[in-house]
């Protein structure tokens, strides 16, 4: 019953490979994103995702692609993997835009994934 | 200058005591502001969030906003042990898609 699930948890790969990390939620939420969260701790936005908007942090390599299959799924698929690419990924949801008493400010929660931590050799 | 900043301790704070953890963010834009706790392995999780400037307490935290000086504090009272873990905060605007910005944490150690 979990909330927010990624596979692998663990990901080994070589330089140069091309690799998938799926990523399911089963809160019914519209809003999916994906995180990295590098090796000093510092989680970095790279895609917001709803069946209406991709929106992409302009600093995430074109090599990195979210895919998505429906609405409780958002894949992240990375070509050509570098050395730099080694992090931990994480998966969040939420609902899409919710509005505080009518005065536009968000306050829908992110619900995370439990990560998976990718390691390029 | 980063967008969100914390000091990435560690703050050692003795059991029963107060921790007090500050973020400044740089965007005026910014409209909602959230605190997160992070063990060490573990994926973040919601503590609080607060878009109006004030106080807003639950529990044994606090989380204080100062839009004119682009300041979020957490306080937690009566720390535990368990509290122990990096804090994150994150603003967010709702034209960006409403997607989060994190500052780099602060790591928290109560000890017994």
């Known amino acids: 019953d979990t909330a927010v699930s990624q596979t692998p948890k663990y990901l080994v790969t070589q330089m140069g490979n091309d690799k998938s990390i799926k990523c399911e939620q089963n809160?019914?939420?519209?809003?999916m994103y994906w995180y990295k969260q590098d090796s000093k701790k510092f989680l970095k936005i790279m895609f917001s995702y709803n069946n209406k908007e991709l929106i992409i942090n302009e600093t995430v390599p074109n090599r990195f692609s979210p895919k998505s299959p429906d609405k409780a799924h958002l894949n992240l698929h990375i070509n050509s993997l570098e050395l730099g690419d080694s992090a931990v990924y994480f998966c969040?949801?939420?609902?899409?835009?919710?509005?505080?008493?009518?005065?536009?400010?968000?306050?829908?929660?992110?619900?995370f994934g439990p990560g998976t931590r990718l390691t390029v050799l | 200058q980063k967008e969100v900043e914390q000091n990435s301790g560690p703050l050692s704070v003795p059991e029963g005591a107060i921790a007090s953890l500050n973020c400044t963010y740089s965007?005026?834009?910014?409209?909602?502001f959230f605190w997160y706790r992070q063990y060490s392995g573990k994926s973040p999780e919601l503590i609080m969030f607060?878009?109006?400037?004030g106080d807003k307490e639950d529990g044994r935290f606090t989380a204080q906003l100062n839009k004119a000086s682009q300041y979020v504090s957490l306080l937690i009272r009566d720390s535990q042990p368990s509290d122990s873990a990096t804090y994150l905060c994150?603003?967010?605007?709702?034209?960006?898609?409403?997607?989060?910005?994190f500052g780099g944490g602060t790591r928290l150690m109560v000890k017994p």
């Open positions: 809160l019914g939420h519209d809003t």
């Open positions: 994150a603003v967010k605007k709702v034209e960006a898609g409403n997607m989060l910005t």
């Open positions: 607060i878009y109006s400037n």
């Open positions: 969040a949801s939420s609902q899409d835009e919710s509005y505080f008493g009518g005065r536009g400010h968000s306050t829908d929660t992110q619900y």
């Open positions: 965007d005026r834009g910014s409209q909602s």
